[in-house]
T-cell receptor, first 112, second 116 residues
Framework: GDSVTQMEGPVTLSEEAFLTINCTYT??????LFWYVQYPGEGLQLLLK?????DKGSNKGFEATYRKETTSFHLEKGSVQVSDSAVYFC???????????FGPGTSLSVIP | DVKVTQSSRYLVKRTGEKVFLECVQD?????MFWYRQDPGLGLRLIYF???????EKGDIPEGYSVSREKKERFSLILESASTNQTSMYLC???????????????FGSGTRLTVV
């Protein structure tokens, strides 16, 4: 079945460091890919998405590129801030009648 | 922006009580979902619904039921609460429209339920 694998962390970075969170997936066909973010005590928020190969999703300085050849969707940010401390979930779905499959989440702490 | 509203942020209930968790969305979404989130276990799907009066079991439906009498409201029911149902409960909705490429969820803020 479909699945998502991501580095579990926790990841601790200093402010202004470069961030990469790796995500790889297994799925038939051409799924849509997502990154969700969960701030402490909150629900998940959609951070960015990509719906076809080579698409780049971007939002709030975060980027991820849909790589069909490596089945990957790695999240990057050039300069993290303390306010980026959260849990990040990689996810996929194939159609509007398929459930979204989530990775286990990666906890990020950014220290001043 | 679509909003998904969960009626309570924090809830404390006693073992054996019947518990209702309410979720309302305001964007006419067809699909609605209930997840629970526990440390080390990630997000687990309890039940979902593709339309009014429809429901489907997710991965962990035991001990739960749901109700969807109106399109905008999806209720999760714990028939007889137990301590192992202490968790964060997350509701989500999604359009089924094929023009909305991506089909991502919109989540509510979550209800942290403690059963004592």
């Amino acid at each position: 079945g479909d699945s998502v694998t991501q580095m579990e962390g926790p990841v601790t970075l200093s402010e202004e460091a470069f961030l990469t969170i790796n995500c790889t997936y297994t799925a038939t066909g051409y799924p849509s890919l997502f990154w969700y973010v969960q701030y402490p005590g909150e629900g998940l928020q959609l951070l960015l998405k990509a719906t076809k190969a080579d698409d780049k999703g971007s939002n709030k300085g975060f980027e991820a590129t849909y790589r069909k050849e490596t089945t990957s969707f790695h999240l990057e940010k050039g300069s993290v801030q303390v306010s980026d401390s959260a849990v990040y979930f990689c996810a996929l779905t194939r159609t509007s009648y398929d459930k979204v499959i989530f990775g286990p989440g990666t906890s990020l702490s950014v220290i001043p | 922006d679509v909003k998904v509203t969960q009626s309570s942020r924090y809830l404390v209930k006693r073992t054996g009580e019947k518990v209702f968790l309410e979720c309302v969305q305001d964007m006419d979404h067809e699909n609605m979902f209930w997840y629970r989130q526990d440390p080390g276990l990630g997000l687990r799907l309890i039940y979902f619904s593709y339309d009014v009066k429809m429901k489907e079991k997710g991965d962990i439906p035991e001990g739960y039921s749901v109700s969807r009498e109106k399109k905008e409201r999806f209720s999760l029911i714990l028939e007889s609460a137990s301590t192992n149902q202490t968790s964060m409960y997350l509701c989500a909705s999604r359009t089924a429209s094929t023009w909305d490429l991506g089909y991502g969820y919109t989540f509510g803020s979550g209800t942290r339920l403690t059963v004592v």
